[in-house]
């Protein structure tokens, strides 16, 4: 069972999963949707970028070694780094939206094997977008079908390291000589210990 979903913070995707873990890039392209227009506004959120970006690395550097006392440390450094007040008000507006979000935001803490951005989902996604814009997308509910299957197995297949044109044909074939991307898959989640902080004592 899925406990946790990591999302770019759209209304639909929430109350899916018990837990919400949100995306640090994400997050941070709004404050490039700033405009400041006075040199005062411009240095504030350079300085606050740079300090925003310093704590996505500090958390980064935390996944490879998450200690208890590194865990104190950022959590009290999120909420002194999103207690700052700037004086420009759209800055100031947009921290405290992120630090409105700290729960989602601060997962990585509890949970240090999940991503700090889900980039790699939205890239995957794409490749749909991209299909469809290029043919106008399926003309019926079955080939709608056989374009999620077909797009599923070949993006999968990549991300497994498996040759897809060997993989159908081995099962096209009746051969069966290759794992299923079923069993790759577990065997992949097994390596990668994804749910190594919930199974913890």
Not at 17 to 34: I, M, N, P, S
Not at 39 to 62: G, I, N, P, S
Not at 144 to 162: C, Q, S
Request: charge should be neutral.
């Amino acid at each position: 069972m899925v406990q946790l979903l990591l999302s770019d913070d759209a209304p639909q995707l929430s109350g899916i999963c018990a837990e919400q873990a949100l995306c640090w890039v994400h997050d941070g392209r709004h404050y490039k949707k700033l405009r400041p227009r006075v040199a005062l506004h411009y240095e504030a959120l350079r300085d606050f970028l740079k300090d925003y970006w310093a704590f996505y690395h500090e958390l980064r550097a935390y996944q490879e070694a998450p200690e208890a006392s590194v865990r104190a440390r950022l959590e009290a450094r999120f909420d002194e780094l999103f207690a700052t007040v700037t004086g420009y008000d759209d800055l100031d507006d947009r921290i405290a939206k992120t630090r409105a979000k700290r729960t989602e935001l601060l997962q990585v803490l509890a949970h240090p094997e999940l991503p700090l951005h889900n980039n790699a989902a939205e890239l995957g996604c794409r490749a749909r977008v991209r299909r469809r814009d290029g043919s106008f997308g399926p003309r019926t509910a079955a080939g709608t079908r056989a374009w999620d299957v077909g797009l599923t197995l070949v993006a999968t297949a990549k991300k497994l390291g498996v040759n897809i044109y060997h993989y159908i044909q081995d099962r096209l074939s009746g051969r069966n000589e290759l794992p299923s991307l079923a069993d790759l898959i577990t065997q992949r989640a097994q390596e990668l210990n994804l749910a190594g902080s919930w199974a913890a004592p």
